[in-house]
């Protein structure tokens, strides 16, 4: 079946580190791909997405490459801050209308 | 202009008693669902309910029940709240785009959550 398998936290960094969230996903079709974000207390919010193979996503300085021939979709930031600190979720809908959330994995930032 | 909302925010309450929790997406979406979250972050879908028929009905006790009075709304009701109901509920909405073999939903907006609370 369908399921998206991303790296566990928790994740600490210091400011201006690089970041990578590690995301693998198995899928029939063609999925949509996406990060979403979710920051303390609040609901979840869609950071990126990319929809076809190759597609690369960007947002607030996070980007994700759709990879099909490693069934990948990593997450990274070149630079993070204090305000990253959030859990970050992997997901993917495929084509037959179901989505699929990933575990979750918690990053810290600290200065 | 909120595009889900959800009410109540918090919901503390002891355990056997019936409780509801509400929510509405002004976005015009087709699609809604309910998650539950728990302490450790896990997601789990619990109902998606697409133009009023219930899409998704993954393995969850029947003491929940999802209620639909439009497409704009999803309510979900809860029988004889136990100790492990505790988590975090999530709304969501999201819409069907494209046709064909490439179809797929398109990204779910969250409501800000209910953090239910049972004692």
Redesign the interface.
Known sequence: GNSVTQMEGPVTLSEEAFLTINCTYTAT????L?W?V?YPG?????LL?ATKADDKGSNKGFEATYRKETTSFHLEKGSVQVSDSA?Y?CAL???G???Y?G??T?LTVIP | DTAVSQTPKYLVTQMGNDKSIKCEQNLGHDTMYWYKQDSKKFLKIMFSYNNKELIINETVPNRFSPKSPDKAHLNLHINSLELGDSAVYFCASSNLYGGGERSSYNEQFFGPGTRLTVL
């Open positions: 079709g063609y999925p949509s996406f979403y979710q609040e609901g979840l919010q869609l997405k859990v979720f809908s495929d084509p209308n179901q989505f959330f575990t979750g918690s």
